[in-house]
Every structure is written in C-alpha cells, then in structure tokens.
C-alpha cells in the first residue's frame, strides 16, 4: 500500500497549473493507493460540475490531468471554510480503490464556513484487497490556539474514529513532533502509532524548511505533517517529497510519501 499525503496551498503558489501536473505525473509514477491532499480550494464565484465541486476546484484538475496519466481515481471532496476572502478551502482524498463510505465531520466548536478556523476531517472507507479501511484526511489547528483549539478538535477525532477497521489518520496536525505535550505527543499516548517512526527506510522528515503562514514566529525546519495508523503495521518506508530534492517543491509544506510492506496486506 502506497500513501501520499500534502498540503498543498491550492491556488497561492506561482505557476499553480504547473505544479498541478508535476503532482499529477508524481501520483501516476508512483500508483498511490490512497492521496490525501489539504487546503485543496476553488473559488466561490466558479461554476459547479458536480456536487458541490467547481471546475477550478484543485482536486478536480488534478484527477483530471491522473486520467490524462491514463490513471482512473475518485475523487472526494469538501468544503471546511472560506478563506482568503474568495475561496472555498477544504480536503481532498483521491483512490483508485473501491470507495465503501464518505462522511465530513466538524472536529472543530465552530461550524461557520465564514471562520477560517471552522476544521473538518473528510473519512473514506475504502476497500482493498477485499479488506476495508478507514482513511481520514485532517488539517487541524494549533494546539494552544485561543479560539479553536487543536487540543480539543483531537479530542473530537478520538470520539468519531471506527474501532474494529484498520485506520490511516493523513495530514497537517500544525503540531511539531519534537514538542512534547502537545499534539504529536497526544496522538502517540492514544495508541496511534507514527508510519514515520516504525518506517525500516526514512529520511530526515521535515516537511517545513522554516516559516510559513501561521509560523511566522517559527524560523526552524519541523515536522507537523504525518501519517498514523492505528495498528502496528510493517513500513517499508517514510520518505518526504516534494522538497525539492525528491521531486520539485509545488507547496509551502512538503509531502509524505509512506509504503506499507507488502505483508501486511
């Protein structure tokens, strides 16, 4: 199994197309199983094609230019809030696998899609090899934030995560893995367990250079951008990508780039 999960900081990059086919080109040389992809947007004023989806929308031309690749993935989105006052930003999951179940749910105390702080998860069920998962795509808040702590929106995600199925939480936890006491440090104490760590073949991990928005005050490369199962599993390997030394940087964060060994499945 072959997972990828970015920040993709949709339609604020230079050369955005661009960068939307060298992701696209990276996902069908690589066959990922599951993409989970955040701050995926589109902007408010475009025409739907289908859902709630526009025809800017990132996720979209990304599965777009995947078929052009000759690669069939389905694609799940959703909206979380608005932001930089035109956009619609959400998650964005891609499978080329049967998709069993979708469902947002709100982890945050807000459900105002005109506050930028209003977080989702987007769960996919998806079966492969004749075994169901659950993947749940996250972009949480910082921990300590005063008005939607990340605290309390982990808190939230305990309560909704299915028991008795293998579950991938993928994303951006805002929450550096060398602080103690906050969000990496919650999620290990819950029995997750971090791809990175139990990964047989890793690189360095960072998958910030320094400091970006909502870090401003944080020069320092870091790690707040994982991928945690629930389950002990075999990891091939845990490899950042996208930073400009496997594969060119599209983004402000990196990806992660994680291949479960083939005996687990």
């Not at 080329?96 to 069920?125: A, G, M």
């Not at 991928?227 to 402000?252: L, M, Q, R, W, Y």
């Amino acid at each position: 199994m072959r997972l990828l999960t970015l920040n993709c900081h949709s339609w604020q990059e230079e050369n955005q197309l661009k960068k939307i086919q060298h992701v696209a080109e990276t996902i069908a040389a690589n066959d990922y199983d599951v993409v989970a992809l955040q701050e995926v947007s589109q902007k408010e004023t475009s025409e739907i094609v289908e859902g709630v989806i526009r025809k800017d929308n990132y996720g979209l031309l990304l599965q777009q230019e995947l078929k052009k690749h000759g690669k069939d993935y389905s694609l799940m989105w959703d909206q979380a809030h608005k932001a930089f006052d035109i956009y619609e930003e959400g998650l964005a999951t891609l499978t080329k696998h049967p998709v069993k179940k979708v469902q947002t749910h709100f982890v945050s105390s807000s459900r105002d899609y005109n506050n930028w702080k209003t977080r989702i998860v987007l769960q996919t069920d998806i079966e492969i090899k004749c075994n169901i998962y659950s993947f749940f795509n996250c972009h949480f808040g910082w921990w300590a934030d005063e008005q939607e702590p990340g605290s309390l929106q982990l808190q939230q995600l305990m309560d909704i995560i299915p028991k008795d199925v293998s579950v991938f939480l993928m994303g951006d936890f805002n929450s550096e893995a060398d602080i103690e006491g906050e969000g990496y440090s919650y999620m290990l104490a819950n029995g997750f367990y971090d791809t990175y760590v139990e990964a047989s073949d890793k690189d360095q991990g960072i998958t910030v250079p320094g400091k970006i928005a909502g870090w401003d005050d944080h020069a320092e490369e870091k790690r707040i951008d994982y991928i945690f199962t629930n389950k002990k599993v075999p990891v091939a390997h845990s490899k950042v990508i996208f930073n400009g030394e496997n594969k060119d940087v599209v983004s402000d964060h990196y990806g992660v780039d994680v291949k479960i060994a083939k005996e687990e499945l």
